[in-house]
Each structure stands twice: as C-alpha cells, then as structure tokens.
Nanobody
Framework: QVQLVESGGGLVQAGGSLRLSCAAS????????MGWFRQAPGKERDFVAA????????YYADSVKGRFTISRDNAKNTVYLQMDSLKPEDTAVYYC?????????????????WGQGTQVTVSS
C-alpha cells in the first residue's frame, strides 16, 4: 500500500491557476500508475487525469484537456496536477490515487490507495 497526502488546494478566481501536489510514501511509488480524481458535492468521484509509471503516457478527462497537466517526479515520490484557466465548474475536492500497476486507468475502481483530498474552489 502507498500512503498519499495531497496539498496545494485553495480558493482562486476563474481564469487562475493552482498546482496540486501528492506526496507518496512507500517503496513502490515508481512502479505505480497515478491518477487524480475530483468530487463535487452530491456528485460521483470523477476521473481527471492519469499518468503511467514512467511519465510516457498521460490521460485526461475531456473537460480538463488542454487546461490541466499531470506530471510526476519519481525521485521525489510526488505527482502533480497543474491546473490552468480554472472555471467555477472545476470546484471540487481533488483526490490523488495510486494503482498497483504500471499502467493507469480511468475508473476509480482501478486504484488501490487514496489520499484524503484537497479542496479547490473557483470563484466566478
């Protein structure tokens, strides 16, 4: 199991940027695919972005493509989500997740470990 701690959330105006970080502990981080999900009040937890173990492949939800960028630094056991051109509809709790596989998935059921989440609020 990988332990995950997110940081970097906050309040930002529409059009602004935030960078989320997810620090992982555990020896297997460099072999884990990683993902970001988000959950707005009263809604399901939705896929946002994912990255494979080597950073050679990334995947995005259509709603964030071209605005968000996922990256990772295996030397620092950290995965990032750069969020630009933020919109009010991006408001949610953002969760980092690790998969016991080198290849990422788009379903929340593909992931084994989850962080506690970080709140992102975008004002109009």
């Amino acid at each position: 199991q990988v332990q995950l701690v997110e940081s970097g959330g906050g309040l930002v105006q529409a059009g602004g940027s935030l960078r989320l970080s997810c620090a992982a502990s555990g020896r297997t981080f460099s072999s884990n695919a990683m993902g970001w999900f988000r959950q707005a009040p009263g809604k399901e937890r939705d896929f946002v972005a994912a990255i494979d173990w080597s950073s050679s492949s990334t995947y995005y939800a259509d709603s964030v493509k071209g605005r968000f960028t996922i990256s990772r630094d295996n030397a620092k056991n950290t995965v990032y989500l750069q969020m630009d051109s933020l919109k009010p509809e991006d408001t949610a709790v953002y969760y980092c997740a690790a998969r016991s596989s080198t290849w990422p998935g788009r379903s929340k059921h593909d992931y084994n470990s989850w962080g506690q989440g970080t709140q992102v609020t975008v004002s109009s």
